[in-house]
């Protein structure tokens, strides 16, 4: 396997931003050889330690004069420009990361009259840009369409243009949202009866509720239960444990939780209205974004996620901090030794789940290319782990199963029975910081 360096990686970004965002104005954006030293000095710093601290940075490419003045956050972004500007190297980088909150600050950065890189000054933007991470009902201050460098960790940067990511560079390879398993067709199908399930609950309600209701978009249940799903992804990452997502049919549901071939669910939990919590859940949001929204929606077009996102009501809000602690939950049971178990309805069957060391052993599996499988490449499972290999047989033997391991370094590999084979997606990004 070839390993990409900085160099490399700034050329992939020229070329991605030509096709990317071709209409980018382009004082926003430096060339390629500007470009490629600002990314190697980025790199450079990735690898270094502040005081035994890890060196975490965002980067903004652009002029000081540039950001409207008088502005704070939450509502914008507030610079605050040095009286002599300092030199953009990694030593300047690694000294001042601890200063600038990688979740609340950038440091700007744009070239001199020489044209060389210079730090110019800091950008306060505050947390909120992370609403478009975690979802939630917000206002996002907007961040303009400049170019970010990322810096997460040793030898790990992405670079976005604005809010749109362009590709990152992880472990020497090249990561881009083109990987985005949540977008795949066979993915959505799978959940595609509960999402019709979904909206004929909603619909149901709107009847009821004698007031006029504006549509909502078809589209912004799936978007919802996607948050939660990436929620407790990145959660668990967060936890540097590792642990397994088990999804299976809900018409399955009483037959996993009882002895059967397949797994023994060592802390099963009751079928009541606790275990099925978060699917009411959902529809509860839906409608009460309907209901919300009508005080003030005079026009016809369904309402989506940017509306959702838009809108500041208090029930709104302690509806979705509810949905981010059911997501907490879940992701807290991964701490347990074992797989936790949940349906397609999001019903939480259990948790320490150990899937049967009887069922037939995978020696092949095939990795997915692109988020269809359309183009698979064959590889011999002998070098994973002991959690990867368990979750292949169990896709192996049960078809309709879904698998989501996460590994203690962070890895995420969505496993499913496809195309005759089971087959393993590297969901490289379940949000902008995991590039």
Same mark, same amino acid.
């Given at each position: 396997?070839?390993?990409?360096?900085?160099?490399?990686?700034?050329?992939?970004?020229?070329?991605?931003?030509?096709?990317?965002?071709?209409?980018?104005?382009?004082?926003?954006?430096?060339?390629?050889?500007?470009?490629?030293?600002?990314?190697?000095?980025?790199?450079?710093? %990735?690898?270094?330690?502040?005081?035994?601290?890890?060196?975490?940075?965002?980067?903004?490419?652009?002029?000081?004069?540039?950001?409207?003045?008088?502005?704070?956050?939450?509502?914008?972004?507030?610079?605050?420009?040095?009286?002599?500007?300092?030199?953009?190297?990694?030593?300047?980088?690694?000294?001042?990361?601890?200063?600038?909150?990688?979740?609340?600050?950038?440091?700007?950065?744009?070239?001199?009259?020489?044209?060389?890189?210079?730090?110019?000054?800091?950008?306060?933007?505050?947390?909120?840009?992370?609403?478009?991470?975690?979802?939630?009902?917000?206002?996002?201050?907007?961040?303009?369409?400049?170019?970010?460098?990322?810096?997460?960790?040793?030898?790990?940067?992405?670079?976005?243009?604005?809010?749109?990511?362009?590709?990152?560079?992880?472990?020497?390879?090249?990561?881009?949202?083109?990987?985005?398993?949540?977008?795949?067709?066979?993915?959505?199908?799978?959940?595609?009866?509960?999402?019709?399930?979904?909206?004929?609950?909603?619909?149901?309600?709107?009847?009821?509720?004698?007031?006029?209701?504006?549509?909502?978009?078809?589209?912004?249940?799936?978007?919802?239960?996607?948050?939660?799903?990436?929620?407790?992804? %990145?959660?668990?990452?967060?936890?540097?444990?590792?642990?397994?997502?088990?999804?299976?049919?809900?018409?399955?549901?009483?037959?996993?939780?009882?002895?059967?071939?397949?797994?023994?669910?060592?802390?099963?939990?009751?079928?009541?209205?606790?275990?099925?919590?978060?699917?009411?859940?959902?529809?509860?949001?839906?409608?009460?974004?309907?209901?919300?929204?009508?005080?003030?929606?005079?026009?016809?077009?369904?309402?989506?996620?940017?509306?959702?996102?838009?809108?500041?009501?208090?029930?709104?809000?302690?509806?979705?901090?509810?949905?981010?602690?059911?997501?907490?939950?879940?992701?807290?049971?991964?701490?347990?030794?074992?797989?936790?178990?949940?349906?397609?309805?999001?019903?939480?069957?259990?948790?320490?789940?150990?899937?049967?060391?009887?069922?037939?052993?995978?020696?092949?599996?095939?990795?997915?290319?692109?988020?269809?499988?359309?183009?698979?490449?064959?590889?011999?499972?002998?070098?994973?782990?002991?959690?990867?290999?368990?979750?292949?047989?169990?896709?192996?033997?049960?078809?309709?199963?879904?698998?989501?391991?996460? %590994?203690?370094?962070?890895?995420?590999?969505?496993?499913?029975?496809?195309?005759?084979?089971?087959?393993?997606?590297?969901?490289?990004?379940?949000?902008?910081?995991?590039?």
């Amino acid at each position: 396997m070839s390993h990409w360096y900085p160099h490399e990686f700034a050329a992939h970004i020229c070329r991605q931003l030509k096709t990317e965002v071709p209409e980018r104005p382009r004082e926003d954006c430096p060339g390629c050889a500007i470009l490629s030293v600002l990314i190697s000095t980025c790199y450079q710093a %990735s690898l270094m330690r502040e005081e035994e601290r890890q060196v975490r940075f965002r980067l903004i490419f652009r002029d000081p004069e540039r950001f409207p003045s008088g502005q704070d956050p939450p509502d914008g972004l507030h610079r605050m420009v040095f009286l002599e500007p300092r030199p953009c190297t990694e030593d300047e980088l690694r000294r001042l990361s601890p200063a600038i909150s990688f979740d609340r600050a950038m440091i700007g950065v744009n070239l001199n009259a020489d044209g060389e890189l210079q730090i110019w000054g800091v950008v306060h933007s505050g947390p909120r840009w992370m609403q478009a991470i975690h979802g939630g009902t917000q206002l996002i201050n907007p961040v303009p369409d400049s170019l970010i460098v990322f810096v997460t960790g040793p030898g790990r940067i992405s670079v976005s243009v604005g809010p749109t990511m362009i590709a990152g560079l992880r472990g020497g390879q090249v990561v881009s949202m083109a990987r985005e398993v949540f977008a795949a067709s066979w993915l959505r199908e799978m959940f595609a009866t509960h999402r019709d399930e979904l909206w004929d609950l909603h619909q149901d309600a709107r009847q009821k509720s004698g007031d006029i209701w504006p549509p909502i978009d078809p589209e912004f249940p799936v978007i919802l239960g996607q948050n939660l799903l990436r929620r407790v992804i %990145s959660l668990m990452r967060s936890y540097r444990h590792g642990g397994t997502l088990l999804i299976i049919p809900s018409e399955r549901t009483d037959e996993l939780k009882q002895a059967n071939p397949y797994l023994n669910i060592k802390y099963p939990f009751l079928t009541d209205i606790g275990r099925r919590r978060i699917f009411p859940h959902i529809v509860g949001i839906m409608n009460e974004f309907a209901r919300v929204a009508s005080r003030s929606q005079r026009e016809c077009r369904p309402l989506g996620w940017d509306e959702y996102l838009a809108l500041s009501d208090p029930v709104l809000t302690r509806m979705d901090e509810t949905l981010f602690e059911l997501a907490h939950f879940v992701a807290d049971l991964s701490l347990v030794d074992g797989a936790v178990v949940l349906n397609r309805r999001f019903e939480v069957l259990g948790f320490g789940a150990e899937i049967s060391g009887g069922l037939e052993n995978v020696t092949q599996l095939h990795v997915a290319l692109d988020i269809e499988g359309e183009t698979r490449q064959p590889e011999a499972v002998k070098g994973r782990g002991t959690r990867h290999r368990s979750a292949y047989r169990l896709c192996n033997a049960l078809h309709d199963a879904l698998a989501i391991v996460i %590994s203690q370094d962070g890895q995420v590999l969505f496993v499913h029975w496809h195309d005759g084979a089971v087959t393993c997606w590297d969901q490289v990004a379940t949000s902008l910081l995991d590039f």
